[in-house]
């Protein structure tokens, strides 16, 4: 009776400890009140009482922040460290001074910004105590076991988040009453859509969901599109140890071969210039939004909305025919595109674009080595990947017979030359990952070539280290110069007067045959689930393992079972290809013997 008494209370502690002592659970009250206050259509429990756990999760994290502050003495560190809560504080509420209810706007945010920094806390102790386990040895924690789970819980809470009624408008109240497991499920695939930046959606973005709902398929967007490539940085940092040679391997793969002391800073220019790109992007976005949209907010909210998903890669947009409405604006093709392969191009390639500029503008371009193998790849295959298929699919809309549209319908063969060149030039760069379209996408408006072509695209996707899927650019090209070097029969794969591993020649057939092998099982369930042709079916199989989020009409119509085959195939497309290089880093073995050679016929 005793021993299990004192395991009850060690279970108390080790769970009191686990959510961060006093100020921990206050700061789990004040996100409770925040749900309850906010995420439904009326407050649950009366507003005071929401409102008091808010207060009382402020009160906490200040008197955990005063003890911090106390503890480690007044200093220029301390400052660094725990400034920036002072400084977010003393804005939000000079900002909110201008509010008509500036107390209870500034009590809600703030509340929300303890609760999201108690979570950085928590996952800051879980990567902690998952790095004393690699430490150890005795039960090794894979990196890629922890990227996979670390993603999983960014859907299951963005999912619950969108389950809260005052994320859904009330157009969707009757089906939510008759489908309440359907809608469970479509909140999910949203969630888990976002978070994998593919863009393929049941509901309706802009009619389904209310700003808060949109709020909250931005986050996730935003986390879903850097998390891929800083995550394994962010798993070596916050364990604040000697990364392992496994770890070294694991991030040397994600970043490019960046060496490890260079981590830190690959990390601060990936967000700083994902901002700057963003930012640059919502501002010359601005002024596209029709005049029917005269609100400031509303044309802020729009132009962010679609540069985070531009540079994402994510496919969502604010309007039912995604940009078909604004096919005629200049910025579709001066500022979206561009994001888009901006976005595609992987941070690797834009650092060292960035520090070749650099060093051309303080004259030191002469003493430059050559671009690295890996940009050569990148910047050789992405104009290759825009221009052909652009001209290609120009080709067949042109000279092919007429497609035959219905009603409204915009297809490619109706435009006239040079509205058809743009907008070829559009889809040929919105295929490879991206999941926009400013015309009408289906069967019926456009040729069978075409749907073969874009299938080609999303399967190959962007290039390594970027916010884009599919097999990579990088992928493809290593394999394309393999059977070259193999036609001319040379020992070793080579390009560029550069030999490239047999390590790295199976990496990519590894990657190429698994995405092939997840295309393959996923179009042969949704065949077996769904009531539509084969080339909707592989169309729709194709977008989602590439996370694409293009789709020929299918995704709305898929019946539950396929909705979470096509959830499976997102999760697999954006982590899968990933998770079998995390796993195969630091896995190469050398033998003591080798095994006699055999000849097999090939062909």
């Given amino acids: 009776m005793n ?48 409102a008091s756990l808010q207060w009382v999760a402020l009160l906490g994290f200040a008197i955990a922040l005063l003890d911090r502050v106390r503890c480690d003495g007044l200093s220029r560190v301390t400052m660094r460290r725990h400034g920036g809560h002072v400084v977010f504080f003393a804005l939000l509420y000079a900002l909110l001074m201008l509010r008509d ?6 009590r809600a945010l703030a509340a929300g910004y303890v609760g999201i920094h108690w979570l950085w806390r928590r996952m800051t102790h879980v990567a902690g105590l998952a790095g004393e386990r690699l430490e150890r040895g005795s039960k090794p924690l894979r990196p890629d076991k922890l990227l996979v789970g670390s993603f999983a819980a960014a859907i299951l809470f963005g999912g619950l988040l ?5 994320a859904t408008t009330t157009q969707i109240d009757t089906y939510v009453a008759d489908h309440p497991f359907g809608h469970i499920i479509n909140c999910f695939f949203t969630a888990t859509s976002a978070t994998c930046v593919t863009g393929l959606a049941v ?34 940092m916050l364990t604040g140890r000697k990364l392992s040679l496994r770890e070294s391997l694991v991030l040397q793969d994600a970043l490019s071969h960046q060496t490890i002391g260079q981590l830190r800073g690959m990390i601060r220019f990936i967000v700083v210039s994902t901002l700057l790109f963003e930012l640059f992007g919502a501002v010359l976005l601005y002024t596209m939004w029709p005049a029917e949209m005269p ?8 132009s962010v909305f679609h540069a985070v998903s531009a540079f994402c890669n994510a496919g969502f947009a604010l309007h039912t025919d995604s940009l078909v409405g604004f096919r005629g604006c200049w910025q579709v093709y001066t500022i979206i595109m561009p994001l888009i392969v901006i976005g595609g191009l992987g941070f690797p390639v834009l650092s060292e674009i960035k520090a070749r500029w650099q060093r051309r503008r303080s004259g030191r371009s002469r003493h430059q080595r050559s671009w690295t193998l890996h940009s050569r790849f990148v910047l050789i295959a992405t104009p290759s990947l825009i221009i052909v298929p652009a001209i290609i699919m120009y080709a067949l809309e042109s000279i092919g017979s007429p ?35 400013v015309t009408t996408l289906s069967s019926d408006a456009q040729s069978t070539g075409t749907t073969f072509l874009m299938c080609v695209l999303m399967f190959i996707g962007g290039s390594p280290a970027s916010t884009a899927g599919g097999v990579k650019t ?31 020649v199976r990496r990519a057939a590894t990657v190429v045959f698994v995405m092939f092998a997840i295309v393959t099982t996923v179009t ?50 954006r982590l899968g290809p990933l998770s079998i290089l995390l796993a195969l880093a630091g896995r190469e073995s050398t033998a003591r013997y080798t095994y006699p050679e055999e000849q097999v016929v090939i062909g």
Wanted: with cysteine.
């Fill in 3 to 50: 021993a299990n008494r004192l395991d009850l209370q060690a279970l108390r502690r080790r769970v009191f400890k686990d959510c961060g002592g006093w100020p921990g659970i206050a700061a789990l009250l004040g996100v409770a009140g925040l749900v309850l206050e906010f995420g439904f259509h009326k407050p649950v429990l009366p507003v005071w009482l929401l």
């Fill in 101 to 106: 209810h500036p107390l209870v706007l500034m």
């Fill in 162 to 166: 969108l389950l809260l009624p005052r």
């Fill in 474 to 504: 990088v992928a493809i090209f290593v394999l394309g110069v393999g059977v070259w070097s193999t036609l001319r029969r040379r020992p070793h794969v080579e390009f560029a007067h550069r030999a490239i591993p047999d390590t790295i």
């Fill in 524 to 573: 042969l369930l949704l065949c077996c689930t769904e009531s539509a042709s084969l080339d909707e079916v592989l169309f729709e199989s194709v977008s989602a393992c590439g996370t694409v989020g293009l789709t020929l009409g299918l995704t709305p119509k898929l019946t539950l079972t396929g909705r979470v085959v096509i959830m499976a195939a997102m999760f697999a497309g």
């Fill in 203 to 236: 509901y309706d973005t802009s009619t389904d969901f209310t700003r808060f709902g949109q709020v909250v398929i931005l986050v996730l967007i935003q986390l879903g599109g850097l998390g891929i490539m800083v995550s394994g940085s962010l798993f070596g």
């Fill in 295 to 302: 609100s400031f907010s509303e044309r802020v909210f729009h």
């Fill in 403 to 437: 497609t035959s549209v219905v009603g409204d319908q915009i297809a490619l063969s109706e435009l006239n030359w040079f509205e058809r060149a743009w907008a070829v030039l559009f889809r040929s760069i919105t295929t490879r990952t991206a999941g926009f379209n």
